[in-house]
């Protein structure tokens, strides 16, 4: 079935560093992959996206690019704020899915000032 | 634009209780609904999800059920309550499958605490 591994957290960065959280899949077929973002206290909120093979999804500053090759969808952000701290979930839907999201375990990112 | 509410935002039940969690979604028709499940260090799993008014599919078994009385209303219950249904309960919708890059989005959750 389905699966989805991020790497596991926390994790803790001061303000400007970079970041990447990584991402890998197994899937049938050809999923979308989607990261989404969780603010404390709150729902998810969709971060970006992708589609197909290649295509990088970005949003707020935060890029992702879909690797088939290496089945990754690695989350990166060049310059972090304290604003950014949350839980940071990778998730995908394929053909074999096609009503659900199948999500990671999420990352929680605290970054001090 | 669409919304969504979800309510109530937090609740504390006895175990043994019944539950009932509601969740509207405003500014769209025909909606896929769906409820979530965040448990501590768990990620999100999938409980129950809505293609349309009176159909629910059940993705695990256990003491909740759901159902959708309207096309954009969806409801969570239980009967009886367990300590092990704590947890965050999300409500979702979609416009079509979440397959072929369809978003989900999320309200902002309903926090049970079963003591």
């Known amino acids: 079935g389905d699966s989805v591994t991020q790497m596991e957290g926390p994790v803790t960065l001061s303000e400007e560093a970079f970041l990447t959280i990584n991402c890998t899949y197994t899937a049938t077929g050809y999923p979308s992959l989607f990261w989404y973002v969780q603010y404390p206290g709150e729902g998810l909120q969709l971060l970006l996206k992708a589609t197909k093979a290649d295509d990088k999804g970005s949003n707020k500053g935060f890029e992702a690019t879909y690797r088939k090759e290496t089945t990754s969808f690695h989350l990166e952000k060049g310059s972090v704020q304290v604003s950014d701290s949350a839980v940071y979930f990778c998730a995908l839907s394929s053909g074999g899915s096609n009503y659900k999201l199948t999500f990671g375990k999420g990352t929680l990112l605290t970054v001090n000032p | 634009s669409q919304t969504i509410h979800q309510w109530p935002a937090t609740l504390v039940q006895p175990v043994g209780s019944p539950l009932s969690l509601e969740c509207t979604v405003e500014g769209t028709s025909n909606p896929n609904l769906y409820w979530y499940r965040q448990a501590a260090g768990r990620g999100l799993q999938l409980l129950f999800y809505s293609v349309g008014i009176g159909q629910i599919s059940s993705e695990v078994p256990q003491n909740l059920s759901a159902s959708r009385p309207q096309d954009r209303q969806f409801i969570l219950s239980s009967k009886k309550l367990l300590l092990s249904d704590s947890g965050f309960y999300l409500c979702?919708?979609?416009?079509?499958?979440?397959?072929?890059?369809?978003?989900?989005?999320f309200g902002e959750g309903s926090w049970l605490t079963v003591v």
């Open positions: 979702a919708w979609s416009v079509g499958a979440a397959g072929g890059g369809n978003t989900i989005y």
